[in-house]
């Protein structure tokens, strides 16, 4: 299986701030995806993470709420800006390998947005 | 209405038991169909995928059935070991840049 970290795996933070969540993947993942699971929810994608250019959205998420990096082929980063109790959530990072579909997931971030 | 339907349960089912449970998708064009295992505060894990024909891994059998749109999941001899929350798993296309669309999960609890 894929090797997915992700740091840090929980966070408390205030209303109004930013988290940046950082992903790192193992050489042999191509595709890179960024998950949100709210207690008792399915996993929702947030975005595809693509290298070196500017990730692709999925609707209900937008670039400036939830910027997203990946300068290169195994390092990713999600941010969370201006944070509200609402974003409080399990955020997942996920990676497939090319040519493969399972999909393989990070232990993923606990956020709590107080 | 949902991409994929999954009843949330609990499944409560005694330790040895069989049980069963479905999920339904809604789109008739979805291609690849998966279980993924997700256990209390860890992440999803891939348990098998579901293959057309039907498929077995050890005490795991899937199935589908494409004209009425659902696959299901079938644990026989259940361990204590089986409690987790069992998710549902669509792609919609054949390549492999397809979006999975994820059910909210069924919770299955095994009891001694």
């Known amino acids: 299986s894929a090797v997915i970290s992700q740091k840090p795996s929980r966070d408390i933070c205030q209303r109004g701030t930013s988290l940046t969540i950082q992903c790192q993947v193992d050489?042999?993942?191509?595709?890179m995806f960024w998950y949100r699971q709210q207690p008792g929810q399915s996993l929702t994608l947030i975005a595809t993470?693509?290298?070196?250019?500017?990730?692709?959205?999925e609707s209900g998420f937008v670039i400036d709420k939830f910027p997203i990096s990946r300068p290169n082929l195994t390092f990713s980063t999600l941010t969370v800006s201006n944070m509200s109790p609402e974003d409080s959530s399990i955020y997942l990072c996920?990676?497939?390998?090319?040519?493969?579909?399972?999909?393989?997931f990070g232990p993923g971030t606990r956020l709590l947005v107080l | 209405r949902k991409e994929v339907e999954q009843d949330p349960g609990p499944f409560n089912v005694p330790e040895g038991a069989t049980v069963a449970f479905n999920c339904t998708y809604s789109?008739?064009?979805?291609?690849?169909f998966f279980w993924y295992r997700q256990d209390c505060r860890k992440e999803p894990k891939l348990l098998m995928s579901?293959?057309?024909s039907g498929n077995e891994d050890g005490r795991f059998t899937a199935q589908l059935n494409r004209a009425s749109q659902y696959i299901s999941l079938l644990i026989r001899d259940s361990k204590l070991s089986d409690s987790a929350t069992y998710l549902c798993?669509?792609?919609?296309?054949?390549?492999?840049?397809?979006?999975?669309?994820f059910g909210a999960g069924t919770q299955v609890v095994v009891t001694p």
């Open positions: 579901v293959y057309s």
């Open positions: 789109n008739s064009a979805s291609q690849s």
């Open positions: 050489s042999q993942v191509t595709m």
């Open positions: 993470a693509n290298q070196g250019s500017e990730a692709t959205y």
């Open positions: 798993v669509v792609k919609g296309t054949t390549d492999s840049w397809g979006k999975f669309q």
């Open positions: 996920s990676g497939r390998r090319d040519g493969q579909e399972t999909q393989y």
